[in-house]
């Protein structure tokens, strides 16, 4: 992969644009399949099962977030220790990283599918699942419980892929699970009758495939990163810098639980089923949204990451603007695209008078700064790519924590559901704000520490 010279990975090649498309592009389209996964599950469950169901499947997203959040974690973590090791010529520690955390990973998710079985009906009422929708909700996590492990494995090891330079077989990765769970949905809710069953039997089928697949990469000899049990030994230096760096990640993600279980129950207070059916919609339509940013994310961190522990800050500075750039405009376009055609883009998922009359009103109020969502991702993933793990927390905790759940318990008082809506335009200005004034001081320290590359 690499004999230590920075300039002989791939990693340092100097064309930044290009770099950052090879990296990026295929993250961005695996991202996006996977988005769009989401939206076709929600689809065919919205047209074959009913709005209840979309419910359940919105009350049931916690659990997800939180097996996400916590391969995200770990991935992101140790990509990032993977990288700047490989940049600073130190396989052998990329190695440990990596051992360190597939242990963490099979230990998290054994522990989370138990207690999901275990006290899954208390869960589902935590995060705000009423009578009606209960049972929808239940039958759908029985069986996506299943796939935990398998799950966690390949998002945290996709991540290590990409820290490698591999962004395209972590891409192969992706879209096997997204396109066999597109094409298998119809198949198991229409053609066998499944129902809601079988978007969830579709879901793991997906995933077991998609962990294969990364599973055989690791076998394939074409990396010199091994998934052999001996380097599974916990270290707890080790260890504590994979979660200390990865941990802005979790938290993001696990404050999109933590916020999902707030907004079921907020929205059951002031809107009932239909508004958390409704807004279930908005949010599988917002993460296909996000996906591209998150594949743009990915990418640039192993550059800045890379080129940091070379010593190339003005690369790494140059990254960061170019990566500003393109979130911004991808962002735009995606809200342009709602904002202009939201009474069609919710039709698709259902018919339901109160569900669409509900979600058009919603959309044109929570897509208005969408555009700045970019800017918030790539100033988290700025820090996490150079090992600073509290600013990094802070961002990722900015939108979704700090401002947007206080808004959310605040603004529905005197303005009911569209209380609710408005918390999200307010919380995305304030984000933006932090995030400025946090990164563009460690750009100008780039620049004041730049040397000829």
């Known amino acids: 992969m690499t004999d230590g010279n920075p300039?002989?990975?791939?990693?340092?090649?100097d064309h930044l644009g290009r770099l950052l498309a090879r990296?990026?592009?295929p993250a961005m389209v695996g991202m996006a399949v996977m988005g769009l996964y989401n939206v076709v599950d929600t689809i065919f469950v919205g047209r074959g099962v009913g709005a209840l169901a979309i419910a359940g499947i919105a009350v049931a997203f916690p659990i997800q977030i939180l097996v996400m959040s916590i391969g995200q974690m770990l991935g992101v973590g140790a990509a990032s220790v993977i990288?700047?090791?490989?940049?600073?010529?130190?396989?052998?520690?990329?190695q440990v990283a990596l051992g360190n955390m597939l242990f963490a990973v099979t230990v998290l998710s054994?522990?989370?599918t138990a207690v999901g079985y275990l006290r899954l009906d208390e869960l589902l009422r935590l995060f705000g699942a009423t009578d009606t929708i209960l049972p929808h909700a239940r039958e759908y996590m029985e069986i996506l419980l299943a796939g935990t492990l398998l799950h966690a494995f390949a998002m945290a090891s996709n991540n290590v892929i990409r820290a490698e330079g591999q962004a395209r077989v972590a891409m192969i990765s992706m879209l096997i699970g997204a396109v066999v769970n597109i094409a298998l949905d119809p198949v198991f809710i229409f053609g066998l009758g499944w129902g809601l069953a079988g978007a969830a039997w579709a879901t793991v089928i997906a995933k077991v495939l998609a962990a294969l697949y990364v599973f055989g990469y690791f076998r394939s000899g074409r990396t010199p990163l091994s998934l052999a049990l001996r380097h599974w030994r916990p270290l707890r230096g080790m260890m504590g810098e994979i979660v200390a760096i990865g941990s802005s990640s979790f938290v993001?993600?696990?404050?999109?639980?933590?916020l999902a279980v707030v907004m079921n129950h907020t929205l059951?207070?002031?809107?009932?089923?239909?508004?958390?059916?409704?807004f279930g919609v908005i949010n599988r339509l917002l993460i296909f949204m996000i996906t591209p940013l998150i594949g743009l994310a990915q990418g640039l961190q192993p550059i800045v990451g890379f080129n940091h522990g070379a010593g190339r800050f003005d690369k790494a500075r140059r990254a960061v603007r170019l990566a500003l750039a393109s979130s911004t405009a991808i962002a735009t376009a995606g809200a342009a695209l709602m904002l202009a055609f939201p009474t069609t883009i919710l039709g698709i998922f259902s018919r339901d008078r109160e569900l669409l009359a509900i979600g058009v009103g919603a959309v044109r109020v929570v897509v208005l700064t969408f555009p700045l969502v970019g800017i918030q991702m790539v100033g988290a993933t700025l820090f996490q790519a150079i090992g600073r793990a509290l600013p990094a927390l802070v961002l990722s905790l900015s939108r979704q924590f700090i401002f947007l759940l206080p808004l959310l318990l605040i603004l529905p008082r005197p303005w009911g559901l569209?209380?609710?809506?408005?918390?999200?335009?307010?919380?995305?200005?304030?984000?933006?704000a932090l995030t400025l004034a946090l990164m563009v001081p460690q750009l100008r320290r780039f620049?004041?520490?730049?040397r000829p590359a």
Do not use: K, Q
């Open 110 to 112: 054994v522990l989370i």
């Open 7 to 13: 300039r002989d990975h791939l990693l340092s090649d």
């Open 418 to 432: 569209n209380g609710i809506w408005i918390s999200f335009p307010v919380a995305d200005l304030a984000a933006v």
């Open 268 to 278: 059951a207070i002031h809107g009932g089923d239909m508004a958390i059916a409704a």
């Open 83 to 94: 990288s700047r090791s490989l940049g600073a010529g130190r396989p052998e520690r990329a």
């Open 252 to 258: 993001r993600m696990a404050a999109s639980s933590v």
């Open 23 to 25: 990296l990026s592009v």
């Open 447 to 450: 620049g004041a520490a730049r």
